[in-house]
């Protein structure tokens, strides 16, 4: 399974409340009128975004689209601004600011990245070894709760590895422990909210 995972924040002056709404709309619209190829979609509120440029406050909009195959990556982009949802993207298109996104690929575990409510994006310099999921998780977390995703296409600043989880019962997110990562290597934890899932 691939990911299109594209982050953004609104332009200036646009209130929160109406570019969700634009956001919710296409979202809508895809899953009303699915391109081939497309498994699901969701808008999530992201608390850190830090790699994404140009706003105001750390966080910002994570939308996932979840795809079949590297075929149905071009699908997408044909069919977001073709006849049947080219009103919806273009109003949210107005209204955003900045915004950057990657292709990302399932390397393990089963965790629902439209509906999982904590993503760990992890950073490694070049040259050290591909990282498992039991090197990251953190002590307690189900690995049948997690997934691990790493980037495969880039489109712009973009962590390499998305570690996705849910919270523990205490209500603190789960994800990786510090002292499991190697010299060198950054994690930035994002609380997420879905504002729209199709």
Partial sequence: MLAYVFWHRPAAGVAAADYERDLIAFHRSLAHQPPSGLLGSAALRASELPWLDGGEGPGGYEDWYLLESWSAVGV??????SRGHVSAHDRAARHAGSGTG?????????ADPTSARSAVWVSR???QTDPTMADLLEDGMEADEGALWRRCLVLGPAPEFCLLGGESESGTI???AASRLPAGWTAAVAKREPIADA
């Fill in 102 to 110: 990657a292709i990302y690929k399932r390397v393990e575990g089963e």
């Fill in 76 to 81: 997408l982009e044909a069919a977001a601004v």
């Fill in 125 to 127: 310099p070049s040259g």
């Fill in 174 to 176: 789960t994800g990786t």
